[in-house]
């Protein structure tokens, strides 16, 4: 199955240092929280920006989801903090 | 009529109010919004998300135009670095009489704010930068939409 790309906004892409990714697909039951747990493992930058969830957002295929949602068959995941539009 | 643009460049106020006023309402409001110079300022900065952005508006819009019997509906949000002074944000809203007009103008302004995928970076004269936080009333003004 194809893989998931992963956008990231704000001071989560400067933390990472990237703006997006591609990462294997995760089993389509497994949550953007569960997601955002296996990626904060990776330290670093990481760690520091995908650390406290609390303080993130996320969309799955350009809309808004809480991170309790399971990533399903989206093709797109972005993770960002609090909108600050307007 | 209902029309989003999300783009760089600024705008006319006075040709988006004319077009909305040749919608044959008997009413139009507006906001517009500018950067506030405050605090030493020297720019901001306006990240978004291109794929979402303009299809997440329109939703808002839409939302607007089920709510409200408008004849028109016109949002204008710049993206990247304004200066104090610049204009960012244009909500216009006309309808038959002045409650739908007014009303969806503040709805619209708020839903974008908490809404709308758009994060803002301030740049400060002394070099120092800082990402905008979200404030909880913005986020409680547009709940309130929700009653």
Do not use: N
Not at chain 2, 24 to 50: K, W
Not at chain 2, 105 to 130: M, N, V
């Amino acid at each position: 199955m194809a893989a998931l790309q992963i956008l990231y906004f704000a001071w989560v892409r400067e933390l990472i240092g990237r703006d997006d990714e591609q990462v294997d697909r995760p089993a389509s039951e497994s949550t953007v929280a569960d997601l955002i747990a296996s990626l904060a493992t990776r330290g670093g930058g990481y760690a520091e920006a995908l650390g406290d969830p609390g303080r993130l957002r996320a969309a799955l295929d350009h809309r808004f989801v809480p991170l309790e949602s399971p990533v399903g068959k989206a093709r797109e995941l972005a993770i960002f903090p609090p909108v600050t539009g307007g | 009529m209902s029309r989003v643009s999300i783009q760089t460049e600024d705008f006319d106020v006075a040709e988006e109010l004319a077009a909305l006023e040749a919608c044959g309402g008997g009413g139009v409001a507006s906001f517009t919004g500018i950067v506030r110079g405050e605090g030493g300022l020297a720019a901001l900065e306006l990240q978004h998300y291109p794929a979402m952005t303009l299809p997440q508006v329109e939703r808002i819009v839409d939302e607007a135009t089920t709510r409200w019997p408008l004849l028109g509906v016109r949002v204008i949000h710049r993206h990247g670095r304004l200066q104090p002074g610049d204009r960012i944000v244009f909500v216009g809203a006309t309808s038959r009489h002045r409650t739908a007009a007014l009303e969806s103008c503040a709805f619209l302004i708020d839903w974008l704010k908490s809404e709308a995928p758009f994060w803002k970076k301030e740049h400060f004269t002394d070099g120092r930068t800082a990402w905008v936080e979200s404030r909880k009333e913005d986020e409680a003004k547009a709940r309130d939409w929700l009653l």
